[in-house]
């Protein structure tokens, strides 16, 4: 704890920028050395110039040990450069964070699939579903989603991951004790409880809008490769490729409509020589070798449709008549056990009908759970295929169930 404060002193310290400091570190062997140094030993390392000595003639440690007292407070951790949990593929970018704050559960991110999902905030319908089903998909074969967890694709992806019980992780702009946007409260509590958040800043900073560039490099340089799923030619998500490009990562986009403004720039990625993106696998594919693992290609959730319907022709002399039959639905076997559904959403598609749509407040009175709980089963089962929605808040069940 005693050689923390002098990193957390470092690191906080104004006017002195991010590489000058690294600099430093290559000179001395700790921040303790750097806070201890002499002005005439400072400068002989060429790192820093007569302004930049003076400024770190501060010595005053008061701020750091406030910073380390809230983080104590709040259940926060601190993981600097040389800590053994920080990440190779992080302290390799060109200009790496001092240290990172965090609450929750701190992976070993350099034996993860990592991969950043981001996107707009002002996002269409079809970027939400995609970036959603997304989450969902690299979460269930194994991978590790991040986001900068902001309003639209960022929160969609985090919502798909955690509902396919993934481990996520969430790097902010501002400190790791502000909820920012403040409507994402329940997914803020979400991840800390079963993932991880992270900054460079220290806690109480509020983000402002020159921390998220500055928070993208982090993003990015936590992950393998980083995927958008929609933005138009000027987003912040754009600024988040860029910069995985420079970092050496890989790159993927989610193609749209070639006149929708919210995917031009995804579109002029994929024109670029950015990986198209039609399902997970089409990211995962590129690392399964390198975490075997990990990672595991999933089958359709849905069985094939079942075989055995009249398809021969008739042998009677009579023209033949084409009857008109109802396609058979795909057959979900839930006889020797639910098959990782849960009590509520088998108990949702025991009351949901296949030929007309059942309102959710109908489906939460039949099955006396509660309607949160129900909207919250009836994604899952929308995600999964065995439900589809017809309308606002209206669903219908796509599979047989077989319990016997």
Same mark, same amino acid.
């Given at each position: ?87 190779a593929r992080l302290r390799d970018i060109f200009d790496p964070p001092l240290l ?8 070993? /991110?350099?034996?993860?699939?990592? &991969? ?6 002002? @996002?269409? #319908?079809?970027?939400? !579903?995609? +970036?959603?089903?997304l989450g969902y998909e690299l979460a269930k074969q194994g991978a590790l989603v ?17 509902r396919a019980g993934g481990f996520t992780a969430a790097v902010l702009g501002g ?76 790159? /993927?986009?989610?193609?749209?409509? &070639? ?6 720039? @995804?579109? #002029?990625?994929?024109? !670029?020589? +950015? ?119 209206? /669903? ?9």
């Amino acid at each position: 704890m005693a050689a923390l404060k002098y990193w957390v002193w470092l690191a906080a310290l104004p006017g002195v920028g991010s590489r000058v400091k690294l600099q430093l570190l290559e000179h001395f062997s700790s921040p303790e050395e750097i806070y201890y140094a002499q002005p005439e030993e400072l400068l002989l390392t060429g790192a820093v110039d007569k302004l930049q000595t003076k400024l770190l003639a501060d010595k005053s440690l008061t701020r750091a040990e406030d910073v380390l007292a809230a983080c104590a407070k709040a259940g926060q951790f601190i993981v600097t450069m040389d800590d053994t949990t920080s990440p190779a593929r992080l302290r390799d970018i060109f200009d790496p964070p001092l240290l990172l704050y965090g609450k929750g559960s701190m992976p070993i /991110f350099d034996d993860e699939a990592a &991969i950043a999902v981001v996107g707009t905030r002002k @996002c269409t #319908a079809y970027g939400l !579903d995609v +970036a959603s089903q997304l989450g969902y998909e690299l979460a269930k074969q194994g991978a590790l989603v991040l986001s900068g967890m902001a309003k639209g694709i960022d929160t969609a992806a985090m919502k798909g991951a955690l509902r396919a019980g993934g481990f996520t992780a969430a790097v902010l702009g501002g400190g790791v004790d502000v909820i920012y946007p403040a409507e994402n409260r329940r997914l803020y509590e979400d991840v800390a409880a079963t993932g991880v958040l992270l900054s460079e800043y220290p806690p109480g900073t509020e983000p402002i809008a020159s921390h998220f560039p500055v928070r993208n490099r982090i993003l990015s340089g936590l992950s393998l490769a980083a995927v958008v799923v929609e933005a138009p030619e000027r987003s912040g998500a754009l600024i988040t490729a860029s910069t995985a490009l420079e970092q050496g990562r890989e790159v /993927f986009a989610v193609p749209g409509p &070639i006149n929708a403004p919210d995917s031009k720039g @995804c579109n #002029a990625l994929i024109r !670029d020589g +950015a990986g198209l993106v039609s399902e997970a696998w089409d990211i995962l594919g590129f690392y399964e070798g390198r975490f075997p693992h990990k990672l595991r290609r999933l089958r359709a959730a849905l069985p094939d449709l079942p075989k055995g319907t009249d398809t021969a022709e008739t042998t009677s002399d009579a023209p033949a008549v084409k009857k008109q039959k109802t396609p058979a639905l795909p057959v979900l076997d839930v006889s020797r056990g639910p098959g990782g559904l849960t009590d509520d959403q088998l108990s949702l598609l025991r009351v949901l009908p296949t030929d007309a749509a059942l309102l959710a407040d109908d489906a939460a009175l039949q099955t006396d759970i509660p309607i949160r709980r129900v909207l919250s089963a009836l994604t899952m089962l929308e995600i999964d295929g065995y439900v589809r929605r017809q309308g606002a808040g209206s /669903f219908l069940r796509t599979v047989e169930l077989k319990e016997e």
